[in-house]
């Protein structure tokens, strides 16, 4: 089985920077995409940032320019770093994983435990 354990969340003041990490663990062939989800009570959950296998990114309207999404193939691992922050980037933040077992099969998605980003002065 595969295991996503994400770190990095925790208090931060507004204008503060957070680097969260995202690490896969199990029978992994290859990762296509790793992506980064974030829900707060009440609200949608949004899709603020993913990354394919060439590096390709997209970002999210309301985090575009200060949210970097990365990732180290060989440690099946993905970075957010998440710069300017402000309270409406308070969320419980999931990483997502397209992950392929063996070649030719269904890819699967995985997900992180959640990482709670609290923005506030």
């Known amino acids: 089985q595969v295991q996503l354990v994400e770190s990095g969340g925790g208090l931060v003041q507004p204008g503060g920077s957070l680097r969260l990490s995202c690490v896969a663990s199990g029978i992994i062939f290859s990762i296509y995409d790793m992506g980064w989800y974030r829900q707060a009570p009440g609200k949608q959950g949004e899709l603020v940032a993913d990354i394919n296998n060439g590096g390709s990114t997209r970002y999210s309207d309301p985090v575009w320019g200060r949210f970097t999404s990365s990732r180290v193939n060989a440690k099946n691992t993905g970075y957010l770093q998440m710069n300017d922050l402000n309270p409406e980037d308070t969320a419980v933040y999931y990483c997502?994983?397209?992950?392929?077992?063996?070649?030719?099969?269904?890819?699967?998605?995985?997900w992180g435990q959640g990482t709670q980003v609290t923005v506030s002065s």
């Open positions: 997502n994983a397209e992950v392929h077992v063996s070649s030719g099969n269904i890819p699967e998605n995985y």
